[in-house]
């Protein structure tokens, strides 16, 4: 969602603001701004559109000071213009505050202030978190006390950071609900404040990772938290393992490209060191789960958004092949609105690549509540659904900043695979031999990777060909479902082309009336348990004058013949299949995008994080 960025030290504020939000603009990019204090006034710039306006708007106007705060929005209330762009100022230019998330209760707050003469000059709700604490220094309470009664007031989810003129060597932020991470970055003279961690990953290492409740008090001296009654507490500084140029496009035109390209290596770290390859053995020592632990799971239930909740229906697949538990996958965003069937011998599985999608923390939560024990797959270390998760699995993909997520996806099939193979390996279902072939397919897999990254799939005459299509059909049948899923979602995120993925096997039951000379299906027919029912579908699709763009393994003879256009990849183990299909559909969908023309990193009305329900 929106994106807050804020510094205080010795070097000049709004600069290094304005490049930390470009690193965060996959966070929303309806409008941005910046606030600064000059000459003991708050200045702000701020304008509506990409993050692009804001910095002509600077380099024409510019500001300064020793401390700033900026913000990238994804509108909620009020429309997408500059008038409801934040930093939101009260009239007297005393208090400035960006938020990320939603202030629940704002039209009582609102009516509450009018009615004490503040006048809004905004359609948000953020601009009553400015009144609120204009309105207790107004009744002589310094800064800080003025913002801790603000934020006591607010109901919802929120990260807010303010600052003031009255105190011109602070920012004070706060992290309330689930609505998206405030990381404080410590450097040296110098203190940093973000959403996500690239946009100050240039800068510093040293993070501390605010908590649901938590108030930082920030100068350029370092950070003082304290909870909303005052309370002050410690709290633990990470140094963080990412590499700052891995938050850089670097030579690629896009972030989605440059992710994509580097699937080989992202998947090679996260096999990493967890697999011994000559015995099998898995060793997942962060997912704190014994033998017995282990034992007495009866059941798993995997809980995602989006790309994640494709991604946990190929571990379906994993878990009750190799560990023979029952799965049930479930979207986060539905599961807590049902009565979901949970005890204390329930494993609950949540992926999200940021760790801090506010569906997924609240079934994490409601999970939590019925007895669960909760386990994560995360990219983002120090994220939300790490920290209350009683284990997780780390993905090691480094930072993804493409909205459309690609390494986070095969990442985290690969770290359910892990999980499988570790649970299965525990509760003994399954045996050295089996353990051996997977160890050995997973060694094989990043160069595997690679060579289909690499080697060329003829996407050119595809999109060509194809880029004018109002829609297309993905079908795929058992492990490889997921990955038709996956292919149509990366191409309606980014083409803005309508595209269903469909089990094969359902196509007869409805969308074959659909099929004429003008909608594409993509088949995934591969050379495994369901190879022989693909072809038939292929088969079905033809005889109804359908086009077909087959993606099968390299040397396929027999469905080259059958299909207009083919993709391939190599074979390899049944269960890790599914990491080398997605490879040419995350291709196809980007060379779609770009043919189109499309803003493939920013695509209209998505977020990278989505923190409001
Ligand atoms: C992926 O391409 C999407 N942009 C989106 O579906 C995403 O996967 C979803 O919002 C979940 O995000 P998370 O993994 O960070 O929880």
Redesign the pocket.
Known sequence: MCGIVGYIGHRPATKIVLNGLKKLEYRGYDSAGIATIQNGKIAVRRDEGKLHNLETMLASSPINGQLAMGHTRWATHGEPNRRNAHPHTDESGTVAVVQNGIVENFIPLKKELEARDHHFQSDTDTEVIVHLIDENLRQGHDFVTACRMAFRRLRGSHAIVALSKLAPDKLVAIRLGNAGGVTIGLGDGETFLASDMPAILEHTRRMVFMEDGDMAVITAAGVEFSRLDGTVIAKTETTVAWDPVSAEKGEYRHFMQKEIAEQARSLADTIGTRVDFETGAVHLPDLNLSPDDAQSIRRMVIT??????YAALVGKFMIESLAKIPVEVDYASEFRYREPVIDDHTLLLA???????AD?LAAMDEARKRGARLISIVNVQGSMAERISDGTILMHTGPEIG???TK?FTASLVDQLLLAMALGQMRGTLDAAESHALAQALLALPAQAGNVLADGNDFETIVNRFYERAHFLYLGRGINYPIALEGA??LK?ISYIHAEGYPAGEMKHGPIALIDDWMPVVAIALRDAVYEKMISQIEQVKARNGTVIALTNSGDARVAALADHVLTVPETHPLVSPVLAVLPLQQLAYHMAVRRGNDVDQPRN?A???TVE
């Open positions: 995602a958004c989006g790309t994640s909740a992926i999200s690549q940021s760790g801090e999608t997924t909205v459309a997520s986070a979602l990366k995120e998505l990278k994080s989505v």
